[in-house]
DNA sequence: TAATAAATTGAGAGCGCTCTCAAAACCTCA
DNA sequence: TGAGGTTTTGAGAGCGCTCTCAATTTATTA
């Protein structure tokens, strides 16, 4: 049985208000008062009641950390992972805590009744969102505190990304550097934003080429593996000699297609995507991508969210992480 | 702000005591009551308070899902978005929630605690722990129901785990049964109970064969693809025809170390792995591996928690799913 | 040293819910 | 109709904490 407050205060010879004051660091303790019952609360190893304290107080350090499961690449691409490890990770530093909820269909109902009204989350992250998803709508509409990952195309609100357009951009433009004339992408999906952003910065470098995108160069999935073999086979009857694949994972998928027929990577056909996750070095060829800080992505999340639950400020915060393009072998330059 | 189990109560004409059982299913209301009380909860919307039904009542429908970040595979191997998504599916069709750890090295001192003593969890599942994982005392000392995913080699406790030893068994077996003599293994990490039952299944194949086992055929990995790469150049020099493999994962590293010595798979190597990871028959060549249910694994998980949570009932659970072999091509046979 | 200000502490209300217990309402049957 | 039983409801305590406010202790100054 779990010892209170009170046992605390009795063992120390104080009051369960002064306890109280200890745990949370109030200035107004005398120093001989406060070590004291540190020293109880050490030697008992008491960790106070959240459910007491998120009742009494409002707070609970508990955030949560939507992922729509709709997000069909959810288990096989290692964003997600990276992302919730970052999340977790910097929670843990900031003594904060992580629900987690893998949204499921049934989601409005529920799954988010609860997130909004339980009243046991300080705040909420939300990541990989459709655009429209009502979730963000919902908690827009609630008071209550949140931070996307990914930016939101017109709401107002507190967001962190990477810079999908820049990356994307880069990534073509390093293909059209090479020489490349005839530079198709396979894309992510379009009703995320981070699949809208990507085939923008394509189109930016297209355009920087002064050259007019193609509608048969430009083929879409849905970030699997599995969609990116069946795009790269769409794409192959037209000939294109370079690809800007949205992420490492539908690469992956492109190089089995490429493979089937036959096709080297880099001569026949220049790769480079976006991601650069872990084995992005190991695939044959090792692939060149944009590499992008998804660890960090979470961490700057739970921080953005944690700075909003704790001082509920004016101004919106929005972060957008630079990118970097890591060159290798697919794209057929050792160097740019 | 969100309302109160008050309101509900005023809004309906009955007292709040009548609407606490109606939300908690208590036969002892009046059908037309119920009905009343339900109208409004609907039409609210509400959700009660969960900090103060866990204070109040002791229970809060969250559980912990623990991971040792100690796992280094846990970025790359699909295994842990399967299981945690299995956990969180199950969580959400029983009206449970799922808080995250992913436990760091400060482990012991401010994780543990919280996990053990903040109240706020009925239960925890702890996965991938290592042999004498301190938390699993913990938890066994503490009377905080948990299961382990992975049994446990010496302690009376809940736990779910597949049949590693027989898979593997099954695996090395199926070698055997192509005509292999030299058959070789990439263990996982010893000091899992996963890693030692998958090597013990080998074992028994090779007694099975009558074969005594050759240490310089046995090296052992650690669950990630860099492993495997660097375990198959270890055994290669000494001329195995066939290795069973602990993972796929590692058994994509291997395929890579094959495959830059120039040697051919199932020709010159023949392999059969365990997972059945959604990419394992995406690779070249595709992987025979053992299948097993990661996504049941997790949902039977958070069963029997939910169980032991609701009625702390005496005899330990221990549930072993069963595994299946799936043939495709890296072992050489098209059929058994 | 007394008077005042500042620092420190404790008493007690209250967060929103559950649950016990007793009261009220409703049945049944003589 | 009324005694006795059963079903349904409500009043109220209390879960462990925070936080306000007043009381107490300590420091400062005239």
Tied chains: 1, 2.
Excluded at 53 to 66: E, M, Q
Aim: with cysteine.
């Amino acid at each position: 049985m779990p010892l209170t407050l009170e046992d605390i205060a009795s063992l120390s010879g104080v009051s369960r208000a002064t306890v109280s004051r200890v745990i949370n660091d109030d200035p107004n303790v005398k120093p001989r008062t406060r070590e004291k019952v540190m020293e109880v609360i050490k030697q008992i190893n008491f960790q106070p009641n959240i459910a007491a304290r998120s009742l009494a107080a409002g707070r609970t350090n508990i955030i949560g950390l939507v992922i729509p499961a709709g997000v069909s690449a959810l288990f096989t691409d290692p964003y997600f992972p990276l992302l919730i490890q970052g999340v977790s990770s910097a929670c843990n530093a900031r003594d904060f805590s992580v629900m987690l909820w893998l949204a499921e269909p049934e989601y409005e109902r529920r799954t988010m009744r609860q997130i909004l009204h339980s009243g046991i989350l300080d705040g909420v992250i939300v990541s990989s969102m459709l655009l429209d998803d009502p979730i963000v709508q919902a908690l827009y509409d609630s008071k209550k505190p949140f931070v996307l990952i990914g930016r939101h195309p017109y709401l107002d609100v507190n967001y962190v990304d990477v810079d999908n357009a820049t990356g994307a951009y880069e990534a073509t433009r390093h293909l059209f550097r090479l020489g490349h004339q005839q530079v198709a992408t396979i894309t992510g999906p379009l009703n995320m934003i981070a699949g809208q952003d990507r085939l923008d910065g394509y189109h930016r470098a297209l355009q920087e080429q002064g050259i007019a995108p193609h509608p048969e160069l430009i083929a879409e999935g849905d970030f699997t593996e599995a969609s990116g073999y069946k795009a790269m086979r769409q794409l192959m009857p037209h000939r294109p000699t370079a690809v800007f694949i949205a992420t490492d994972m539908m690469a992956e998928g492109a190089l089995r297609a490429l493979r089937e027929a036959g096709m080297r990577v880099p001569q026949d056909m220049a790769i480079a995507s976006y991601d650069d996750m872990p084995n992005a070095s190991r695939t044959s060829p090792p692939l060149t991508t944009i590499r992008q800080p998804s660890q960090q992505l979470g961490a700057h999340a739970v921080d953005t969210l944690i700075e909003i639950v704790q001082k509920p400020g004016a101004h919106k915060r929005r972060i957008i992480l630079p990118v970097e393009l890591i060159v290798r072998q697919s794209c057929g330059a050792s160097c740019l």
